[in-house]
């Protein structure tokens, strides 16, 4: 039998508002080559300064990982001649990372060799017969997450990369927009005899641009390479490149074709230095994580653990949530209805949620007074994704507010009792499906808007007394 052995390098683009090394912006789709500069464009005499808020978010991310953070990293230059890179290399950080020795604690443990900072290229636009470049892009800043090859399958891959991009959203460093390119990932992969320590041969796939291609490509990898080891042939050591299209990867570059980047430190940029003082700073600031997340809904609020897990890593669930239950609503009640309905309205309409907390809180005190039904809050939320209301002004506007007047219901409930003798002569006899019958009568002659818990109530009551 074979085992596979994953690595991964996750490129994520930082959600700064400038570029790594200059004051250009970075915003996303605008007209191509307005946010450059000489810096970015790389024209000579100009001089990168290295962008504050990027060394920041490294340091997040390597703490958010377990990883130890160097006091004192380097930016290097990778040499190397394509359209999009207007200076000839990219600034990135070889022998000294930012950040370094990480661990995840996922499956048999997953660790990270390092994160570091780097620079992103332009972009190459191709059309027709010409090829346009927008060097946009050329210089914003991304942080480079290496892990070893501690991932066993797709699965386990796909559940790390996850992982990565809900703790960046937790961190709020990345859009992690994967349409707009915010997360690209290589694929190392190699195969070898389940039990041996050794590593073999390893492909690098490169071009993968979304999770789910990761997925297939890591899948398509693993067969080619046990195929070749069952025929007796040995994997070399090769670049691919994964075409999600026709769900293959082709060969790029072997092993003697690879790329010498004559990486040497970037003379034109100072080490980077984070001190302690520094380090304890970030550390005060970091927001909770989704895992800490999950686990303080799971203790302070009674959920199970899918719900906790899965309103943890949504943060717009997560913060409706915390905010109701400041407003001393029933969280169990609350977390029903966002995982309900409020996730139902949110995909239907391709909105985020239009109301607050505290009108979460309102609408989970109507339920739990029992002044209104599951189907009526239904209603009532998708009334609310539609005027913004408050879920009281609603219920009482659309006549959805539960009947619990004892007086009005006591007389509707005998009235039942008269008509139907023959019911409650079987409920008597100890037919007591009989009784939902009678609860059934009288939801209809109040038009539905009778409190259902307190008629059944009531029924029992008298049925059990006239015995
Ligand atoms: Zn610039």
Known sequence: MYEACIGLEIHVELDTKTKAFCSCSVAFGSEPNTNVCPVCMGLPGALPVLNKKAVEYAVMLGLAMGCKINPRSQHARKNYFYPDLPKGYQISQDAVPICVKGFVDMGGGIRINRIHIEEDAGKLVHGGVETLIDYNRAGVPLLEIVTEPDMRSAEEAKAFLDYIKNTLLSLGISKCRMQEGNLRC?????????????LNERCEIKNVNSFSGAVRSIEYEIKRQTELLCKGEAVLRETRKWDDEKRQSILLRKKEEENDYRYFPEPDLPPVEVDEAWLKEIKEK??????????????????????????????????????????????????????????RLVNEKGTRVPFSG????????????????????????????????????????????????????????????????????????????????????????????????????MLTKILEVEE
């Not at 009334?383 to 009005?408: C, H, K, T, W, Y």
Request: net charge negative.
């Open 286 to 343: 970091m927001p909770e994580l989704f895992y800490e997340k999950a686990l303080r809904f799971r203790k302070d609020y009674g959920l199970g653990d899918y719900e906790a897990k899965t309103i943890a890593e949504n943060k717009d669930a997560a913060e409706l949530l915390d905010d109701a239950v400041k407003e001393d609503a029933d969280a169990g009640l609350c977390a029903k209805l966002i995982l309900g309905d409020i996730s």
């Open 358 to 457: 505290h009108s979460l809180a309102e609408l989970s005190g109507l339920l739990k007074r029992k002044e209104i039904s599951y189907t009526a809050a239904g209603k009532i939320l998708e009334l609310m994704f539609e005027s913004g209301e408050e879920p009281s002004v609603i219920a009482r506007e659309n006549n959805l507010l539960q009947q619990s007047d004892e007086d009005a219901l006591i007389k509707v409930v005998m009235k039942v009792i008269e008509e139907n003798e023959k019911s409650v002569s079987d409920y008597k006899k100890g037919k007591k499906n009989a009784l939902g019958f009678l609860v059934g009568r009288c939801m209809r002659e109040t038009g539905g808007s009778g409190n259902p818990h307190i008629i059944n109530e």
């Open 186 to 198: 290589d694929v190392n992969v190699s195969v070898r005899k389940k039990g041996e320590d050794r």
